[in-house]
């Protein structure tokens, strides 16, 4: 998919150096990530495990995504720019350190050595592609939508499409007490759609191929 840059990449790109530079100092450590993701496992470890908050939908995949974006998205559950309680109370007891050897640990597990490279994307709906243009959802997440940027953006494809939707109406419902999340440009980004309108967007995306997984750990292995 051709990468087309908009407006939105400036804005980004300034958030994006500022979080990266505040945390150049700390290098995470594979082998001691492993030792801290007791919290993470009993959620992320689990294939097909689903929350109920604040509605019914699938975890994450995080194993294989950029270790700056889990950074950048613990500091922010950290900070309470996210607002998931207890998301924010698990990266609340959590160093900078600790965030990212358990970035590192995520990234490292997700690696598949030898992978072939990603398939182009099957194409989308005239109506969708109308959707991701407007949205320009390429223009920071990249080809294949698992090229992102800026490391400290997410890959997307491949992504469960239910969580994708619960995500982007937290974008658009930023200022929520229990489930906001205030990125002041995903929140513009969300805004401009009806909520099926981002569920379209949404199960697009998640239907793709990508670099993402969940891969069992500890005793659930």
Request: charged share 20%; with cysteine.
């Amino acid at each position: 998919m051709k990468l087309i840059l908009s407006p939105m990449f400036v804005a980004l790109s300034l958030a994006a150096g500022l979080a990266t530079s505040a945390q150049a100092q700390v290098k995470g450590n594979i082998e001691a990530g492993e030792g801290k993701v007791a919290m993470c496992i009993g959620c992320h470890g689990i294939m097909d495990y689903k929350t109920n908050f604040p509605e019914v939908y699938h975890v994450p995949k995080i194993a294989g995504q950029n270790a700056k974006y889990i950074e950048t998205v613990l500091g922010e559950y950290k900070k309470g720019t996210r607002k998931h309680p207890s998301m924010r109370g698990i990266a609340g007891s959590l160093t900078e350190q600790d965030i990212a050897d358990v970035a590192a640990y995520y990234t490292a597990l997700g690696e598949i050595k030898g992978a072939p490279e990603l398939p182009a994307p099957r194409a989308a709906s005239a109506d969708v592609t109308a959707l991701l243009q407007k949205g320009a959802c390429v223009s920071c997440h990249g080809d294949n939508f698992s090229k992102p940027i800026d490391p400290s953006y997410p890959k997307i494809a491949g992504q469960y499409p239910d969580y994708l939707f619960a995500a982007l109406k937290a974008y658009k419902d930023d200022t929520h007490a229990t489930w906001g999340r205030g990125n002041p440009v995903m929140a513009g980004m969300a805004k401009q759609f009806s909520n099926a309108e981002l569920k379209a967007i949404a199960y697009y995306i998640g239907s793709l191929p990508g670099e993402v997984r969940t891969v069992p750990q500890g005793r659930f292995r």
